[in-house]
């Protein structure tokens, strides 16, 4: 079984990701973890040096390198769902769960750690930022939405998630 936690940068899917596979004794990847480690380099100087569409590229290899793992949480990285539309096939290789979180409380929350991303450590201005963030969540979003289970972070407790999470594998 194959769980992909997949959400918008923040969310806190390798957070959560890490504490169900600790529970459930499961596996987890971070893939961008997983491309820092296997590339040694950072994901930051991959897009820097690289560019994104490399990065893509990478991503795409990672789904395929992953697809012999069992017993595995994976959180994917926010732009992974979207590209190539992995999306589709995760939905057929494991469950999909998109971890939801407001976009206004997100926004906040990056601007104070944007220095650590690289496809939003350029920006100056709040205003500047947080107008691209929003629209890059509506470009993500439409691939979000085609998850197998939707969590609104906003409106469930940790607690309540891992319960739903342990519903749906019927984990007792």
């Given at each position: 079984m194959k769980i992909y936690l997949i959400g918008y940068t923040g969310c806190g899917k390798s957070?959560?990701?890490?504490?169900i596979s600790r529970?459930?004794?499961?596996?987890?990847?971070?893939?961008?973890?997983?491309?820092?480690?296997?590339?040694?380099?950072?994901?930051y100087n991959i897009f820097r040096n690289k560019g994104e569409f490399f990065f893509r590229n990478l991503e795409f290899i990672t789904f395929k390198e992953l697809q012999s793992k069992n017993k595995i949480i994976i959180s994917t990285g926010a732009g992974f769902p979207f590209n190539s539309n992995l999306i589709d096939k995760m939905n057929n290789s494991g469950i999909t769960i998109f971890l939801k979180k407001n976009i206004e409380v997100l926004s906040e929350c990056l601007w104070q750690f944007r220095k650590k991303?690289?496809?939003?450590?350029?920006?100056?201005?709040?205003?500047?930022?947080?107008k691209f963030i929003k629209q890059d969540y509506k470009l993500r979003e439409s691939a979000y939405m085609k998850a197998d289970y939707i969590f609104n972070l906003d409106k469930m407790s940790n607690k309540t998630i891992l319960e739903n999470i342990f519903k749906i594998i019927n984990y007792d």
């Open positions: 957070t959560l990701g890490k504490r529970k459930i004794n499961f596996n987890f990847v971070d893939t961008d973890d997983y491309i820092e480690s296997k590339f040694n380099d950072t994901i991303r690289p496809r939003i450590s350029s920006y100056k201005s709040f205003n500047s930022f947080d």
